[in-house]
């Protein structure tokens, strides 16, 4: 069950991570590069929406095993 929804989710995230050019219409899909998306036929370009990244210096814990802490 778990795994038919997984795939499902990765799939449809897989589709619409591809854009089409805005000025060509559906049916040109933008090149992706590492910040922007292009299109190779009129040269458009997009910057991608940076996503919020968190430093993790602290390696966040589970909070399922109270007792983990207590073993020092
Ligand atoms: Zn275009």
Known sequence: MQKRELYVVESDHLVRSRRFCP??????????HENRFTCGRCHYSETKKVTEKKPESQPSTPKGKPKANKEK
């Open 23 to 32: 000025r060509c219409g559906p049916g040109v899909f933008l090149a992706e």
